[in-house]
């Protein structure tokens, strides 16, 4: 199934299951999709199991449904829009987890670490963000006052459970300052973490949404005053890496949270010349995981 949040004035949060192009509102059964997957997990079913039950009994109630796209607004109070699918306590970030990153990153830096990562056994694991630092869809993501070159980083993630199989998928943009990051690897947190440095949504897809997820075809686009001056693509089938690897790594001697969202890495790499400026519009889609949307926003230091 997929699952979305969502705001409604006079409502508030909601919950919901998206069917086809049509939301309906599971709120009055489930108030979150961080509960829906705590339920299932104490029940030991699967998201997809504990979302159907959900969504067939808010239909029994005959529950109300949004048009999907009617919730594609930017986040204001007076609209409906999207939040965040689910209230991750944390977001982590993997990296150098597909071919032409670990190339291209090696590339750029002064000594061979991003290679030696690639070969290693043990992955880059990194903190990235808390919700209050991360974009909502159709929300605002930032550039660094300090920045040259912020990148978009167009990622699959993933959810974590109580075991190291995703539960759910869902798009990440992994935004980097790649000219802080590149003048010192040591300078890697001042790189990924600031407000407005992550986003991530529109949907949660559970596994049997997805089908393989080592096939999540992946493109962004980034538009500059009405004009697409950056799109590439990548597939999930180039990653280095499995998930199942990912997160026994992270878990290890590192408590994580049921709901905790795992970025997996990039294999989409965007030129200088398409580093991000105040104004752009980014796009990160997927078929199998719909399209993120956000406005970019120079932040001023202060």
């Not at 309906?24 to 998201?47: F, H, M, N, Q, Y």
């Not at 067939?56 to 109300?64: D, H, I, L």
């Not at 070969?119 to 660094?144: M, N, Y």
Request: aromatic share 8%; glycine share 6%.
């Amino acid at each position: 199934m997929r699952l979305v949040q969502f705001f409604v004035p006079e409502l508030g949060k909601r919950v919901g299951v998206l069917e086809e192009e049509k939301v309906v509102d599971i709120t009055e059964i489930v108030p979150t999709t961080l509960t829906l997957l705590e339920r299932a997990i104490e029940k030991g079913r699967s998201l997809e199991e504990e979302a159907k039950e959900a969504f067939e009994e808010a239909k029994s109630q005959n529950a109300r449904s949004f048009d999907f796209a009617s919730l594609q607004n930017s986040p204001e109070p007076d609209k409906p829009h999207l939040l965040l699918p689910i209230d991750a306590a944390e977001i982590w970030g993997a990296g150098v987890t597909y071919k032409r990153s670990a190339e291209e990153r090696d590339a750029d830096s002064q000594t061979d670490i991003y290679t030696r990562v690639y070969f290693s056994d043990r992955p880059e694991l990194f903190f990235k963000a808390t919700l209050h630092r991360c974009a909502l869809p159709f929300g605002e993501i930032a550039v660094r006052s300090d920045s040259e070159f912020t990148a978009v980083e167009a990622e699959v993630a993933v959810v974590i459970g109580i075991d190291n199989q995703p539960v759910a998928f869902t798009l990440c943009n992994d935004v980097s300052a790649w000219d802080i990051e590149r003048l010192n690897p040591l300078y890697l947190p001042q790189s990924k973490i600031y407000a407005g440095c992550c986003s991530f949504g529109p949907i949660l897809a559970t596994p049997e949404q997805i089908g393989d997820p080592y096939a999540i075809e992946i493109k962004c686009r980034i538009i500059r005053n009405g004009v697409v001056i950056f799109e590439g693509e990548a597939s999930t089938s180039q990653l280095s890496r499995r998930y199942d690897e990912l997160i026994s790594f992270l878990r290890r001697d590192n408590p994580i949270l049921i709901g905790t969202v795992l970025t997996t890495g990039t294999g989409i790499m965007p030129p200088a010349e398409a580093s991000l400026r105040d104004g752009d519009i980014v796009e990160i889609e997927s078929p199998q995981l719909g399209k993120l949307v956000n406005k970019v926003r120079k932040l001023s230091g202060r």
